[in-house]
Structures are given as C-alpha cells and as structure tokens.
C-alpha cells in the first residue's frame, strides 16, 4: 500500500474534504428507506471522483471532462447538491467565504468612512413541523424590513404615498439563514446573520440605533407579539472573523444526525430554501450566480490562469493500512499528473 498516494498527503489543505465526504456518508445513512431514500443515494455518490490542477499556488480543483462512446461530454466532478449533503454545504459555504474574503476589501476601499455592523434576528423556536412556514415569514418580514423608504410624488410635487421602512439606512448586506436543533426532537431554530454597511452618519444623533431598536424594528416586521432576541454588534478590523460566521453550514452535521425524524422534517420544510442572499451594494461586489453557488471553481480568473496545467486525479476510495480501515481520496492512475483534457 505503500503506492498509494492519498489527497491529504499530496495537499494538507484538502484533507477537509475527506472530513466533509466521510460526515455525508455517516448523515446519508438516515435517509436511506426513507421518503428521501433517493438523497442517500444521491449523497453517497456525491463528488467520488475529483480533480484538481497543479499551480504554482498548490493544487485548485478544477473541473475536467471525459466523453461517452456517443460522443457526449461528461463532467468528471459531480456534486449532488441535494438537501442535507454535508460535503455540498461546506464547498457552498466555502465559495460564499471565498467572495466575502474578495470583495469586501474592495467595498470598504470604495466607502472609506462606512461602518460594517453584524445583526443576528432570532424568533422563538417554532415546531419542525411548522419550519416552513417560519421561514416564508421570516423572509417577508425582511423584505419589508430591508425595502429602502421612499416618497413618491406627483408632478405638482404633492406626497402621494410613501414605501419601504424609513428607518433603515443600510447601504448594502449579506445575509445568512443558519437553523440549528435544540434539545427536544420537535423543535427548531432558525435565525438569520446578517453584514451591513452602514452609512457615516449612522452613529450621528438621531440615525443611531440601539440594540432594543432592532429589537422593535423585527418584532413589527415579523408581527410577533413578543419581544425576539436580537444582537447587534459593529465590525472593526474584525470583519475576517464575521465572513466564515455568516457564510457557514446552514445546519451543523451534529445536529442532522441527532434524530432521523427531525433530519426527515428537516429537508421536507427547508427545500428550496435560499440560505444566502446579497442585497444593495453589495450585488456589485459579490459574484452572485443566480442562486447557483460554484461550488468548484471558486475563482475565474485562476480558472483562466490554470487553462493549461496539468491535472491530478483523486478517486473516493476503500484503504485497509496498518490495520486501520478507512476511506480516503486516493490518486488516480500511476504516475502524479495526467494531461489536462
């Protein structure tokens, strides 16, 4: 075994992936013979064969191609993209880090004397069963929330009505659904996380708002009639330590294989769901594929450079060393590169 040449060893950066394919396979399991019994397949599957280019940088996966005795081209890496998939949602988080880490240096170079601020919306935790219907609120009420005020007027001048929430000044945002499951089997938590540039004269008085504020501002948007728990915090230097707590897994894998009813409701409620949304200036900065994330190439312009390097090819595969059996991303063929294709 001593030929074999595992993805870990041959780039330490990417022994993530062998964490993330080994936690789908153990979550998978409790869809198997189940309603979503087409999922644990799905998932088991997921992303088997990798392949990445070899750049100066290290090793990029890049997406290479192999075509059928008919004459059709095949993509080589296939990610199943179905809900729950751990492996997915990590290379789904990956590429939304991957953009918040490029863009927003460039947003705050363009607006020097904004602020970034970090707001968690909360509601109380709703049944699993009910999840959807929590979600599809949640979603109005920031719509609402978020809607930029403006007067609008006839030709004389005269008000005629007014639109939006005059008391929001955010010039941009990201925003983050993350649901997480508390003790009992019944319930859920979803809350969103949510980045925005503010403008200068938001910590001027009158603009300034406090954290009861925010408070007040959710609960009418959400009709609630209780008091939610809301937080709300400026980001300093600190924005490097805000982009992985916004663009992360929706759900944690140690939540989703606590219980596999809950696991079963889960993707029931939450299918279709966006997790990540872009709103304001923000859309100029981020690459926003239309609800598609990337999950394999995250960056064009190395797509570009890498056009011409060569490839080395990794296999999902079974390895019994030294006693242990386990399961690795193992190289494909004999030799450490294969020609790009």
């Known amino acids: 075994m001593d030929d074999i040449l595992l993805l870990r060893d041959v780039s330490p950066k990417d022994e993530r992936l062998d964490r993330l394919k080994l936690k789908t396979i153990e979550t998978s399991r409790l869809l198997k013979d189940t309603i979503y019994d087409k999922y644990f397949h799905r998932q ?3 992303a088997n064969y990798l392949t990445f280019a070899i750049t100066s940088e290290g090793m990029k996966m890049r997406q290479t191609y192999w075509t059928t005795k008919a004459g059709k081209k095949m993509a080589k890496i296939r ?40 707001l968690t919306l909360t509601l109380k935790n709703p049944l699993i069963d009910n999840l959807a219907d929590s979600l599809a609120a949640m979603q109005e009420a920031w719509r609402r929330m978020s809607c930029e005020y403006r007067v609008i007027k006839n030709k004389k001048g005269k ?10 000044q955010a010039l941009g945002w990201l925003k983050s659904l993350e649901i997480t499951k508390p003790e009992d089997d019944d ?18 008085p009158g603009s300034y708002m406090k954290t009861e504020a925010w408070g007040e501002m959710w609960k009418k948007y959400m009709k609630l009639e209780y008091q939610p ?46 997790r990540t949304e872009l709103g304001g200036c923000f859309k100029k900065y981020f690459r926003d594929d239309d609800g598609q994330e990337n999950l394999i190439n995250f960056d064009e312009e190395e797509v570009l450079e890498d056009a011409g390097a060569p490839i080395a090819e990794f296999v999902w595969s079974h390895q019994e060393l030294l006693g242990d059996d386990c399961w690795n991303y193992q190289m494909v063929g004999d030799g450490w590169l294969v020609q790009a294709r």
Not at 159 to 168: C, F, M, V
Not at 238 to 259: G, H, M, R
């Open 44 to 46: 088991q599957k997921c």
């Open 229 to 274: 728990i809301v937080d709300i915090r400026l980001i300093k230097q600190e924005w490097k330590e805000a982009i992985p707590e916004i663009c992360k897994y929706t759900t944690k894998a140690s939540d989703l294989v606590q219980s596999q009813d809950w696991f079963v409701k889960y993707i029931s409620q939450t299918k279709g769901v966006r």
């Open 79 to 118: 990610f199943c993209r179905s809900p729950g998939c751990i492996l997915c949602e990590g290379r789904r988080a990956a590429c939304w880090q991957c953009r918040g880490f490029k863009a927003v240096p460039r947003l705050l170079a363009d607006y020097p004397q904004c602020v970034l601020l970090f």
């Open 159 to 168: 008000i005629l009505r007014t639109q939006g929430n005059s008391q929001w």
């Open 187 to 204: 319930h859920c938590h979803p809350h969103y996380h949510v980045m925005l540039l503010m403008p200068p004269r938001y910590f001027l």
